[in-house]
Every structure is written in structure tokens, then in C-alpha cells.
């Protein structure tokens, strides 16, 4: 049975072209980068090229550029750094981060190192500027400042630059997660006034358990992890060399691809939506879906009926995979803090986020919208 994945929010296939440039790393070019002879020097060369593949397509110097395991990690390193080394002492967020933001902020308001302030929602899930401006206007405080540049379950884009431009004006800090839009969008930072953004590989077709953090160079901060003086004393341990050559080459490949594949993208999104209309008059969007939006996701509500309830369950039994909301929170039954947050009525939905990529194709929405008749 041929198995249809919507679910390329959650995680990408790896690009068989990233494949083989990781593959040397894996086998013959094993060397620690941090060795002195041609073993350890030839690793330490491609990860060094990575960094400046990377940085050329960021827009930055490669000395702003860091290797991390992931999204979440460099998430972690850059709030954490800005409370504990940037005397940011009020954290401004929004109630639909990615919990790697949403729980790091929690704890350290709860240890009682910073402040948490919630900036408010537009009834479409967008960020309440005026609210922001409010916000680092009152505040006596030095602000961090963390939004995410696109919601993962419902695609809202953030206006970064004007949030940017906010935190500048109040002497604020800037980090933005922007774990769905890095190799989705073209990301010009010296055109974007932002202290640290977050990449994760396999969003875009690169390997898992590597991620990238922009650390601007103006700030000065401490490592997250301590025992080696890996990544410019920014990162110890012995670096993920496959990893990174993975990354680079994925964001390179999404880089050249982004034109044609956000058109095919967006047409799928167009069309799924159009067919879901047409089929089920009672369904709704969430989110600001054909607005500012992500091109690859979908967040559909279904009525709660007995049929409904088991929806995803269904899907998947008939070799569909789509989620309910984010993947890291998959297997609890319940609907997402995103939904909740900009949806009053939760009772009463059953959720459904279908995301895309560019080895989708209609025929395969077309398949899973005739699954979705026969199971309601």
C-alpha cells in the first residue's frame, strides 16, 4: 500500500543528494575535528565550509553562525544566554510558541529569573503589534523578546521585520524561532533587526539532530553546554560532522529549489482547501490560512461527531499520516495550546494540520479526500 505523508510540518525526507554528501563523513573521514593531523584537519575544513555555505545564505559572517543538535537546543541557549548574560529580566512571548520556547520561558520565570509577559492575539492568531509596543513601553526592565517567524500548526507568519524594528527601538533583545521558515523563505538577517534565529535540518529536507543558532555579533554570551572549546568555545562536544555537511547542503538544495517549490507547494495548499470546501460544508480553517500564512500548512477543524473523534486514528490505519498539531506533542489526545488559544469553542473540534512538500502531488490529495468522505 502506498502511504501519503502530510506531515512534513513534523519532519522532511532526507534529500538523497544530502545523502551522499554526508555518506564520506560516515565512513572513510571519521576523523575528531579537534585533532591536529590530516584526519582531524579534514573534518575541521568541512565543517568550517558548512558554517560559510550556511552564514553566505543567512546574510551573516560565519563567526555568527553555531552548530547545535537541533531547534530546541538553540532555543534553549539563546533564551537562556539572554536572561543569564544580556540582563534581560522580562521575557515577552506569545501564548502559540513551540513549547521549546514556552517551557524554557516557564522555568525561568518559575526559578524566578525573569518576568514572563504574554503579548496578546488577533482573533486570526496573529501578533497584537500595538499590544507589543505596550508592552516594552511599560516595562522597566530589559526585555527579551521571543516570537516564532511562522506558528507550526497554523502557518501564521509573524511580521519579523517590524517586530525587529520595535526591539530596537526599546533597546529590546530579539529572538525569533524560525525553525518553519529557514529553508521555506528567504532569510536576509543584515535586512532584519534580530539577535538569534533557530534552524532545524530536517524541516527542509536535511538530516535529523542538527540545528543551527545566529548569534549577532555585537552580543556576548556563554556557552549552553560547557566541556570543550568546540563551535569557537560556543558549543563543547565533539561536533555532529555529518550532520552539519547535511544541513549545509539541504539548506543549499532548499535555497535553490524555494521558487519552484513554494509555487507547487502553495498550489497544493490552494487546492486541498478548495476540495476540503467543497466536500465539507462544516469544516473551518484556523488561523489566518490564505492570508499571511505559511504556504505548507493546512489546519483544518472537523465538527466532534463519534466519526470525527477518531479521524487521525482512521487516517492512519488506511496509511495517512497527518497530525492533529504539533509532532512533539503527538499521542496526547487532546487539542494543541495553538487551538486553544485562538479558538474559544475547543470542545467541539477535532483539528486536523496537513503539510506539504514538494514530492506531494494532488493525486494524493485527491486520495485522501475521497479517504475522508468514507470515514465521515
Not at 555579533?217 to 556557552?223: A, G, M, Q, T
Not at 487539542?335 to 494532488?362: G, L, M, Q, W, Y
Request: contains cysteine.
Amino acid at each position: 500500500m502506498h502511504r501519503i505523508y502530510f506531515d512534513n510540518a513534523a519532519t522532511t525526507a532526507i534529500d538523497p543528494q544530502v545523502v551522499d554528501v554526508m555518506l564520506p563523513y560516515l565512513t572513510e573521514k571519521f576523523g575528531n575535528p579537534s585533532s591536529i593531523y590530516s584526519f582531524g584537519r579534514e573534518t575541521k575544513m568541512a565543517i568550517e565550509n558548512a558554517r560559510k555555505s550556511v552564514a553566505k545564505l543567512l546574510n551573516v559572517s560565519p563567526g555568527e553562525v553555531f552548530f547545535t543538535s537541533g531547534g530546541t537546543e538553540s532555543t534553549n541557549t539563546a533564551i537562556n544566554a539572554a536572561v543569564r548574560d544580556l540582563n534581560c529580566k522580562h521575557i515577552i512571548t506569545s501564548p502559540i510558541e513551540h513549547h521549546a520556547t514556552t517551557h524554557t520561558v516557564e522555568y525561568l520565570e518559575k526559578t524566578g529569573q525573569a518576568k514572563l509577559s504574554y503579548v496578546k492575539l488577533t482573533e486570526n492568531g496573529h501578533i497584537d503589534l500595538n499590544n507589543l509596543e505596550d508592552l516594552l513601553a511599560n516595562s522597566t526592565e530589559r526585555v527579551l523578546v521571543t516570537l516564532m517567524h511562522a506558528n507550526n500548526e497554523i502557518g501564521n507568519l509573524l511580521k519579523i521585520k517590524a517586530v525587529g524594528e520595535l526591539c530596537k527601538k526599546y533597546d529590546a533583545i530579539f529572538h525569533s524561532d524560525t525553525v518553519q521558515t529557514l529553508g521555506h523563505y528567504p532569510l536576509d538577517l543584515k535586512n532584519i533587526h534580530v539577535h538569534f534565529i533557530n534552524g532545524a535540518a530536517h524541516k527542509f529536507h536535511g538530516p535529523k539532530g542538527i540545528g543551527v543558532l545566529y548569534v549577532n555579533n555585537s552580543l556576548s554570551i556563554k556557552p549552553f553546554i560547557n566541556g570543550g572549546s568546540q563551535e569557537r568555545n560556543m558549543r563543547a562536544g565533539t561536533e555532529n560532522i555529518y550532520g552539519i555537511v547535511g544541513f549545509a547542503k539541504a539548506l543549499e538544495l532548499a535555497t535553490e529549489r524555494q521558487e519552484n517549490d513554494s509555487t507547487h507547494i502553495k498550489e497544493l495548499k490552494n487546492y486541498m482547501a478548495e476540495k476540503l470546501k467543497e466536500n465539507f460544508t462544516s469544516i473551518t480553517f484556523n488561523g489566518d490560512t490564505f492570508g499571511s500564512s505559511l504556504y505548507t500548512v493546512l489546519n483544518v477543524s472537523f465538527p466532534l461527531t463519534e466519526k470525527s473523534e477518531m479521524l487521525l486514528f482512521n487516517l492512519d490505519m488506511d496509511g495517512i499520516c497527518v497530525s492533529g498539531g504539533s509532532a512533539c506533542t503527538s499521542g496526547a489526545n487532546s487539542v494543541s495550546h495553538v487551538i486553544k488559544a485562538i479558538n474559544k469553542d475547543t470542545e467541539n473540534i477535532v483539528p486536523i494540520r496537513f503539510s506539504f512538500c514538494r514530492h506531494n502531488t494532488k493525486e494524493e490529495i485527491d486520495q485522501v479526500i475521497t479517504k475522508i468522505k468514507e470515514l465521515l
